[in-house]
């Protein structure tokens, strides 16, 4: 790409699912981004539209500011939970519905851009936002997230390279998260701080 994309164009690459990459615009936008290779069309009926790994630099490449703690921008954008929210956050049948589609989108998003079409091992935008992907496959498994005075998982990014620390109310739930990102296609393993002797899992995305 030669040139930088058109301003409707970067709007409408702005308001991607920040998981999916599902894009919604006009044909002829959809169609241009396609042409740019910053967009493909999915085979499958709806036949809807998602950003290619170049669409998605190009979108993180504006990104000021993510903050993964609130469930959901005023647009509706899905955000998975990384625990340590203030207030409980809503749930009910909405939200369970809402975290299905976001982790069967991103297993789509694994077989669209992984070279083999795995799906069972993270992809590159789970490499690029690893506290975001390893919290969603917790909530998409059951999970609940650490909030206000409820217990539950925490995620956070650490100092290595591709690996997230993940906090959990006693061992038998940092055990099962453990479980849980393994499935997912994570390398997790259990460690203790050294100060505080706080059990806590430190995962990595699997690439192989």
Known sequence: MTRPPTAAQQRVI?????????????EAQLEALVKRGLAFRHPRPPHDHFLTPAGHRIREAVEVEVVPEAPAAPSGVFAARVGGEPEPPEGGPARVREVHSAWQGLLELRRMTNTD????????WERAHLVQAAALALEAAGHPPETGGSPGYRVRATPQPEAVAV???????LS???????????QPGEYTEPRTRVRYLLASPRRA
Do not use: F
């Open 14 to 26: 702005d308001a991607a699912d920040p998981v999916t990459g599902r894009l919604r615009g006009t």
């Open 117 to 124: 079409g795995d799906t069972d091992r993270p992809c590159g």
């Open 167 to 173: 906090y959990a109310r006693d061992g038998a739930e």
């Open 176 to 186: 099962a998260c453990a479980a849980t990102l393994e499935k997912a296609g994570w």
